[in-house]
T-cell receptor
Framework: EAQVTQNPRYLITVTGKKLTVTCSQN?????MSWYRQDPGLGLRQIYY???????DKGDVPEGYKVSRKEKRNFPLILESPSPNQTSLYFC??????????????FGPGTRLTVT | GQNIDQPTEMTATEGAIVQINCTYQ??????LFWYQQHAGEAPTFLSY??LDGLEEKGRFSSFLSRSKGYSYLLLKELQMKDSASYLC???????????WGAGTKLIIKP
């Protein structure tokens, strides 16, 4: 089954404790992305990757890191989480880097609470 | 700047028709997407428009006018399961990034 998986699905942590949210896709997609979703603000892109070892900042990258060592995996790292990073996080992937109706496939989401 | 506007919330009756509007002001345009998102779940793809006009897909249709910076999603024969948020997103830039609207929460009443 074609899918994007994220782990953990729910996480409650404390300020300053490093954490990693994993993301994996089995569709051989080149493009992967991380979003956060907050009430009234819509989806905001944190980082994206066009291919292995190619990553770039989205709209709200501060406080986050990513890596793309393998095509299927795109972990999101919070080195020192703060309460303003409490949010719902989605990983997404799609095929291709150009035009065309390339729909994005989303993971199930990770609800993070930082106290 | 980049801006996408959608109504925050709409209410409709089961079996009726509803139109959800989306207006955008973006630097560049490479297509417009509509996604459906049920509460607590991931967004799922509904439609894609890159040329002006109407795209029909079953009970759902999406319209685009690039000159007006305007799109709408039309849902016919509404069912209770259509209660969800509907997200409008515009693809921009050389890397084809998506700019997202805040979403429209659609409430269906019996």
């Amino acid at each position: 089954e074609a899918q994007v998986t994220q782990n953990p699905r729910y996480l409650i942590t404390v300020t300053g404790k490093k954490l990693t949210v994993t993301c994996s896709q089995n569709m051989n997609h080149e493009y992967m992305s991380w979003y956060r979703q907050d009430p009234g603000l819509g989806l905001r892109q944190i980082y994206y990757s066009m291919n292995v070892e190619v990553t770039d900042k989205g709209d709200v990258p501060e406080g986050y890191k990513v890596s793309r060592k393998e095509k299927r995996n795109f972990p999101l790292i919070l080195e020192s989480p703060s309460p303003n990073q409490t949010s719902l996080y989605f990983c997404a992937s799609r095929n291709g880097g150009g035009a065309g109706s390339y729909e994005q496939y989303f993971g199930p989401g990770t609800r993070l609470t930082v106290t | 700047g980049q801006n996408i506007d959608q109504p925050t919330e709409m209410t409709a009756t089961e079996g009726a028709i509803v139109q959800i509007n989306c207006t955008y002001q973006t630097s560049g345009f490479n297509g417009l997407f509509w996604y459906q998102q049920h509460a607590g779940e991931a967004p799922t793809f509904l439609s894609y428009n890159v040329l002006d006009g109407l795209e029909e897909k079953g009970r759902f249709s999406s319209f685009l006018s690039r000159s007006k910076g305007y799109s709408y999603l039309l849902l016919k024969e509404l069912q209770m399961k259509d209660s969800a948020s509907y997200l409008c997103a515009v693809r921009v830039g050389s890397n084809y990034q998506l700019i997202w609207g805040a979403g429209t929460k659609l409430i269906i009443k019996p």
